[in-house]
């Protein structure tokens, strides 16, 4: 199979798992935003989740990409054992040092997060991360190995253990038991059990090597990972530091409140993440193996082109309908914040458009780069959040993340071009950048005075014209019926 079909095989059964286990994991929303009291509670959900969002990229510290580049470097099963090995210990043991620090110091670092009252919430959940950070080599072999399948269903088998353990708590026990009391404390306790069944079912990818630590490979690996943990801090902070940030620049219980809102609104433009996240599993292991091959480079263009058109479709998609998709979250106020998701969806096609053009320095090992542009990046989401916070509040995050991750693409794309050249179709992005903008206006703007029912029929509309002029140009129906002779 060659490596472009093998991408769009394993793009669909990655993505078709990602979109299930996120429409699973949707399900919470509505759960938790119709039935918690107060915005203020999903807000310490969104306030601890962003936290271990930036741990797991500490506690990795870039190992999953490291892994991928080392074990394509060589052809030798034992070597490769090797890697994988050594990528375990080195994770697995820095995972473990968390885990017994947080439990002896708990206490204190609770208080420092504003937790007092509540240090087990913390517990919970930076247990759950040390697992994670374990759990992700693991993972990255899976993937390494080809076998979506297997990898899908621990993701799938996670989400919906988690949704219906959910559902148990927060409607089915209310229900059953008048005295029941609905608490965000359950969020966390359920988090831990899915986690914890995940790590022990995953026993084979942990136990089907021998544990070799092998000192050689481990500095080599460090000295190329200890970049990626630089860009990985400055691009997960571009994620969440707005989130972090919220409820410390503004008073605690405002500051949580305005977070709940943001935070809710954001999950409807999660979609733009889940496309990238599962272009990005089936994308990473195939750019390292065909590292060698004197056609990579035209592989990565085509791919960025395609992952552009895929993220402008979702993009799309979710304005033309975000009259019904705006119901996923409660009317606790929180729907005051659907301005942030058109910018939000912005940022993240931006994200992935910078995952894309990482790997000019990854396959050059100059991961230095993408810290250095990451940090930039990073510098101006947190300049913009501090600045703009105290007058904007949450709209404030969106736009600091936009700010934040266009500094990091175009950097990333200007030193690209002069050390690591690849001819990007610049005219073809360009001219589906701009259709896409002129369909975005169209539908945010154009059909906002029609009935609910009349937009999303003129929504639609416009949404398969869209896909006909991408069909029409890139001759998809041709190549359709030349692969079926």
Not at 260 to 272: L, N, P
């Amino acid at each position: 199979m060659t490596p472009i079909k093998r991408l769009f095989k394993d793009t669909a059964i990655y993505g078709l798992s990602s979109i299930l286990g996120r429409f699973l994991n949707y399900l919470l929303v509505p759960l938790y935003t119709y039935t918690l009291a107060k915005c203020s509670d999903y807000g310490i959900i969104a306030d601890l989740y962003a936290q271990t969002a930036l741990l797991l990229v500490i506690l990795t510290f870039g190992m999953e990409t490291t892994f991928f580049r080392f074990i394509n470097k060589t052809e030798d099963p034992a070597e490769q054992k090797r890697v994988y090995s050594t990528s375990l210990i080195l994770v697995g043991g820095v995972a473990l040092v968390f885990a017994v620090v947080v439990m002896v110091f708990l206490d204190q670092i609770a208080t420092a997060l504003g937790y007092a009252q509540h240090k087990w919430y913390v517990g919970m959940l930076y247990l759950c991360v040390a697992q994670d950070a374990f759990q992700a080599i693991m993972f990255a072999y899976l993937r390494n190995q080809h076998k979506p399948y297997k990898f899908a269903a621990f993701k799938l088998l996670f989400i919906g253990m988690s949704v219906g353990l959910n559902i148990m708590c927060f409607i089915v026990f209310p229900m059953q038991d008048a005295h029941w009391e609905i608490n965000v404390k359950y969020v966390f306790i359920i988090n831990l059990i899915c986690t914890t069944t995940i790590s022990l079912l995953m026993v084979q990818e942990w136990t089907c090597v021998r544990w070799v630590f092998d000192r050689r490979i481990a500095r080599s690996m460090l000295a190329y990972s200890w970049p990626l943990l630089v860009l990985g801090i400055a691009g997960i902070l571009n994620q969440v530091a707005g989130q972090i940030m919220l409820p410390r620049v503004l008073e605690t219980e405002d500051g949580r409140t305005q977070l709940g809102i943001y935070e809710a609104c954001v999950k409807i433009a999660m979609i733009m993440a889940l496309i990238t996240q599962a272009f990005r599993y089936a994308y990473e292991p195939i750019v390292f193996g065909s590292a060698r091959q004197k056609d990579s480079k035209e592989l990565y263009a085509k791919a960025m082109k395609y992952f552009i058109i895929f993220t402008l479709v979702a993009y799309l998609c979710v304005i033309a309908y975000l009259d019904i998709l705006q119901y996923i979250i409660g009317n606790h106020g929180y729907r005051e914040g659907l301005g942030v998701i058109p910018v939000v969806m912005a940022s993240e096609v931006m994200m992935g458009i910078v995952f894309n053009l990482s790997f000019w320095y990854k396959l050059i090992d100059k991961t230095i780069y993408g810290a250095f542009f990451s940090i930039a990046g990073a510098v101006v989401l947190f300049i913009m959040n501090m600045l703009l916070i105290p007058s904007m509040g949450y709209m404030a995050c969106a736009w600091a993340a936009f700010a934040g991750y266009g500094t990091t693409m175009l950097l990333s794309y200007i030193f690209g071009q002069r050390l690591n050249p690849i001819s990007y179709p610049l005219g073809e992005i360009a001219f589906y950048v701009i259709l896409a903008g002129v369909f975005f206006v169209a539908m945010y703007f154009g059909t906002r005075k029609l009935e609910t029912f009349l937009a999303i029929f003129v929504n639609t509309i416009l949404i398969l014209l869209f896909l006909g002029i991408v069909m029409r140009k890139e001759k998809i129906v041709d190549a359709f019926r030349t692969h079926q002779k």
